[in-house]
C-alpha cells in the first residue's frame, strides 16, 4: 500500500473515531433534553439521521452513514451550521469539566438538539426554530443567531420567571422541568392560534421607523 493510501486511511479512521466520539456525546446530551422536557411530553429516542453528523476535511464533509461526500458551504462558515455539529460536540464535552454549559459550543448543540425535540413535540418551522434558540439560550448564556429574536427573548424570559438568572441549572430539576413544560405550552398556543400570537408577540414589536 502507498503511503498517500495509508494517511487517507489514516484520516478516515481518525475522522470516523470523531464521529462515533460525538454520536456518544450527542446521545447523552439528547437524554439530558429529554429528561427536562418530560413534563411536556416524550421527545423519544436519539435518531442520528435527524442531524447532519460529519466531520469537515478540508472541503468535504464525511457524512455518517457514508453516502456521497457533499461540499461545505464555506470555509468561513459560522458554527452554527449543522455540518459543524460533529465539531461543537466535541468542542462542549471537552469544555465540560471547566466551563459547565457556559460555552458557544453549547449554545449551538442545544440549539440543533432541543430545535428537533420541539419537533418531536409538535412544533414546526420558526416556531421549532425559536423554541431550540431560547433554550440554547437559556443553557449556555449566549444568544443564537437563529429563530425570531422576539420569541426567543420571551423563551428567556418565561424560563428564568422565578428563578435567578444564570446557567447552572440541571436538566431534572422540577422547577427547570416545569417552567419548560409552561414555555412549550405557550409556545404551542402561540403557532395553534394567530389572534393570541399576534396580541402576544407581535404587539410587543417596536416598529422603528426608517430613517431617509
Do not use: C, H
Request: glycine letters at 8%.
Amino acid at each position: 500500500m502507498e503511503l498517500e493510501e495509508l494517511l487517507r486511511d489514516r484520516e478516515f479512521d481518525e475522522g470516523q473515531k470523531r464521529l462515533n466520539d460525538a454520536l456518544v456525546i450527542a446521545q447523552r446530551e439528547w437524554e439530558n433534553v429529554r429528561s427536562s422536557l418530560k413534563l411536556a411530553g416524550d421527545i423519544g429516542e436519539f435518531d442520528k439521521e435527524d442531524f447532519m453528523i460529519g466531520v469537515i476535511e478540508e472541503d468535504v464533509i464525511i457524512r455518517e452513514p457514508l453516502l456521497s461526500p457533499t461540499k461545505s458551504v464555506s470555509g468561513y462558515s459560522p458554527t452554527f451550521y449543522p455540518m459543524y455539529f460533529v465539531q461543537n460536540l466535541l468542542a462542549l464535552d471537552k469544555q465540560l469539566g471547566k466551563e459547565g454549559y457556559r460555552t458557544i459550543e453549547a449554545l449551538y448543540v442545544f440549539v440543533e438538539l432541543a430545535t428537533k425535540a420541539s419537533e418531536r413535540l409538535g412544533l414546526i418551522g420558526s416556531f421549532s426554530m425559536s423554541f431550540g434558540a431560547g433554550y440554547g439560550t437559556a443553557r449556555s448564556g449566549w444568544i443564537a443567531e437563529k429563530g425570531y429574536p422576539l420569541e426567543r427573548e420571551l423563551f428567556v424570559k418565561m424560563f428564568f420567571r422565578n428563578r435567578k438568572k444564570g446557567n447552572d441549572w440541571d436538566f431534572y430539576w422540577t422547577s427547570v422541568r416545569e417552567n419548560l413544560s409552561e414555555t412549550f405550552s405557550k409556545f404551542e398556543a402561540w403557532q395553534n392560534d394567530e389572534s393570541l400570537y399576534k396580541k402576544e408577540v407581535k404587539s410587543k414589536a417596536i416598529i422603528k421607523p426608517m430613517l431617509v
